[in-house]
T-cell receptor
C-alpha cells in the first residue's frame, strides 16, 4: 500500500546534480514527504522531509510541486558514496506516524 | 551513526523455533518501531511502541510481538518461525512529542535466516 511511485533505477555522473523524482498523487493534506536512503545492507538513513514548502539541508534539497502530487530530491554534487537506494515516503499519521516504503530508486553514481 | 544499536547482527534459526531481537534507542528518544525488510524489497512496518505500549501495528500475524522497557529499549519476538521470516529486521527510534513523532533513526539491523 505504498503511496509513492519512483523510477526503478537512475545513473548520475560524479560531481553532477542527481535529481530523483517521486509521484505521490494521493497524498493527504497533513501527510509529509520523507526521503531516506539505504546503502547496501545498512539501515535506512534520513535525508530530508517536507510538507509543502521547498526544503534544503546539508545533504540535499527537496522540491515539492504546488499541488503536492510530486516532488524531486536533489543531491547537488553527487559523489560515489551517494550510490544507494533512495526511498520517497509519505508519512501516515495514523498508527503513530509509520513510514510506508515503496521499492525505491537505485541511484548509481559513476566516475 | 544514529546511536540506535541492534543485536545480534546475524543469526540462523530453523523453522518452528523462536527468536528475540534487541534494540537500544538513541539517547533522548521515547518511541521505537520495527520494520521487516525482505531481500530486494523496501522495509515493511511491523509495529511501534510508545511508553511501553503498542500504538501502531502493520499487517503482521500475532506471532510477531514486542516489548518496550522503561529505558525505552525494545525487543522483537517471533514465534513459530517460517522460512518467509528470513529478512533484515530494522529498529528505528524517534521522539514522540505533541502527538507526533520526529524523524526515525534506524539501526543497522539484525539479519535473520530461517532454514
Amino acid at each position: 500500500d505504498a503511496k509513492t511511485t519512483q523510477p526503478t533505477s537512475m545513473d548520475c555522473a560524479e560531481g553532477r546534480a542527481a535529481n530523483l523524482p517521486c509521484n505521490h498523487s494521493t497524498i493527504s493534506g497533513n501527510e509529509y514527504v520523507y526521503w531516506y536512503r539505504q546503502i547496501h545492507s545498512q539501515g535506512p538513513q534520513y535525508i530530508i522531509h517536507g510538507l509543502k514548502n521547498n526544503e534544503t539541508n546539508e545533504m540535499a534539497s527537496l522540491i515539492i510541486t504546488e499541488d503536492r502530487k510530486s516532488s524531486t530530491l536533489i543531491l547537488p554534487h553527487a559523489t560515489l558514496r551517494d550510490t544507494a537506494v533512495y526511498y520517497c515516503i509519505v508519512r501516515v499519521w495514523n498508527q503513530g506516524g509509520k513510514l510506508i516504503f515503496g521499492q525505491g530508486t537505485e541511484l548509481s553514481v559513476k566516475p | 551513526e544514529t546511536g540506535v544499536t541492534q543485536s545480534p547482527t546475524h543469526l540462523i534459526k530453523t523453522r518452528g523455533q523462536q527468536v528475540t531481537l534487541r534494540c537500544s534507542s538513541q539517547s533522548g528518544h521515547n518511541t521505537v518501531s520495527w520494520y521487516q525488510q525482505a531481500l530486494g524489497q523496501g522495509p515493511q512496518f511491523i509495529f511501534q511502541y510508545y511508553r511501553e505500549e503498542e500504538n501502531g501495528r502493520g499487517n503482521f500475524p500475532p506471532r510477531f510481538s514486542g516489548l518496550q522497557f522503561p529505558n525505552y529499549s525494545s525487543e522483537l519476538n517471533v514465534n513459530a518461525l517460517e522460512l518467509d521470516d528470513s529478512a533484515l529486521y530494522l529498529c528505528a527510534s524517534s521522539l514522540w512529542r505533541g502527538g507526533v513523532t520526529g524523524e526515525l533513526f534506524f539501526g543497522e539491523g539484525s539479519r535473520l535466516t530461517v532454514l
